[in-house]
């Protein structure tokens, strides 16, 4: 406790710790909030349903403050491969390592089903996203140019082999 000019007493707040859950239909109110806040060309809430309902290939988690969506991912498992679709935290959490939780989460997932490898696509205007895949041991293999619909920019293409939570 820190004690207030005033004579009062000033408790500073905990947060809660985040935990991570399976994506489910009720959370997509809260997951398309921030999927508008955090992407230029946002992906609509029937690609998030279809996603969640009709393809088996899709695993979608949610980071959860007590019971606020407060991050989201999601992932294709294909093989003994995983491929990243989306990462985003909400602004509010940025900064504080919920991102970095989030992918170790992916990864720890996608090992789980017996990946081995991982990829995903990246903007290169993106500079944080591209850190945060860099310390995570992702390296850039290739672009696919023009990628990117809403300002036609390429797409980096990252991959990790050595499929370990953390691991670089």
């Given at each position: 406790m820190l004690e207030g000019t005033d004579g009062g007493v000033a408790v500073q707040q905990v947060p809660e710790p985040v935990r991570f859950a399976d994506m489910e239909l009720r959370?997509?109110?809260?997951?398309?909030d921030i999927e508008r806040r955090s992407f230029p060309t946002a992906w609509s809430e029937r690609a998030f349903v279809s996603e969640l309902t009709q393809n088996a290939y899709a695993h979608y988690i949610v980071?959860?403050?007590g019971q606020r969506v407060v991050g989201y991912a999601g992932m294709w498992l294909i093989l003994d491969e995983a491929h990243i679709t989306n990462i985003a935290i909400h602004p509010s959490e940025r900064g504080r390592g919920l991102g970095d939780a989030t992918l170790s989460e992916l990864q720890r997932r996608a090992e789980e089903h017996g990946c081995v490898r991982m990829t995903l696509e990246v903007r290169p205007s993106n500079a944080v996203a591209r850190a945060l895949y860099g310390k995570h041991g992702f390296v850039a293999r290739g672009v696919r140019p023009a990628y990117y619909t809403d300002t036609h920019e390429d797409a980096i293409i990252m991959w990790k082999d050595d499929l370990k939570p953390g691991k670089p």
């Amino acid at each position: 406790m820190l004690e207030g000019t005033d004579g009062g007493v000033a408790v500073q707040q905990v947060p809660e710790p985040v935990r991570f859950a399976d994506m489910e239909l009720r959370h997509l109110s809260a997951v398309l909030d921030i999927e508008r806040r955090s992407f230029p060309t946002a992906w609509s809430e029937r690609a998030f349903v279809s996603e969640l309902t009709q393809n088996a290939y899709a695993h979608y988690i949610v980071a959860l403050r007590g019971q606020r969506v407060v991050g989201y991912a999601g992932m294709w498992l294909i093989l003994d491969e995983a491929h990243i679709t989306n990462i985003a935290i909400h602004p509010s959490e940025r900064g504080r390592g919920l991102g970095d939780a989030t992918l170790s989460e992916l990864q720890r997932r996608a090992e789980e089903h017996g990946c081995v490898r991982m990829t995903l696509e990246v903007r290169p205007s993106n500079a944080v996203a591209r850190a945060l895949y860099g310390k995570h041991g992702f390296v850039a293999r290739g672009v696919r140019p023009a990628y990117y619909t809403d300002t036609h920019e390429d797409a980096i293409i990252m991959w990790k082999d050595d499929l370990k939570p953390g691991k670089p």
